[in-house]
């Protein structure tokens, strides 16, 4: 499946956003989709996962409270809402995509075949 990650922005702390990612070439609904953040020079890390069904999802604790995973299968999207937006959410944003673990909840960057090509997120202080 083709991603494409929008909606990112230079935003002030405590502002909000809503990043989106669309998917084309497959339909969305038969894959798990994961939110990650990558830094410059440093790993992209963990931020939001939703099943295939839109039943489970997980967060980082960092991001907990304030950010919504969400999707709608019939528009072949998936969203992150950021609220309460803090400088050190600062970074790119990427979606991505599993088919095989499409009813799981993971973490791990390494287990998504698809991604995105990321949206920039900038929170001012």
């Known amino acids: 499946v083709q991603l494409q990650a929008s909606g990112g922005g230079l935003v002030q702390a405590g502002g909000s956003l809503r990043l989106s990612c669309a998917a084309s070439?497959?339909?969305?609904?038969?894959?798990?989709v994961g939110w990650f953040r990558q830094d410059p020079g440093k790993a992209r890390e963990f931020v939001a996962v939703?099943?295939?069904?839109?039943?489970?999802?997980d967060y980082a604790d960092s991001v907990k409270g304030r950010f919504t995973i969400s999707r709608d299968n019939a528009q072949n999207t998936a969203y992150l809402q950021m609220n309460s937006l803090k400088p050190d959410d600062t970074g790119v944003y990427y979606c991505a995509a599993s088919y095989r673990y499409r009813a799981t909840l993971v973490r791990r960057a390494a287990l998504y075949p698809d991604w995105g090509q990321g949206t920039q997120v900038t929170v001012s202080s």
């Open positions: 939703i099943t295939w069904s839109g039943r489970l999802t």
């Open positions: 070439g497959r339909t969305l609904s038969d894959y798990a």
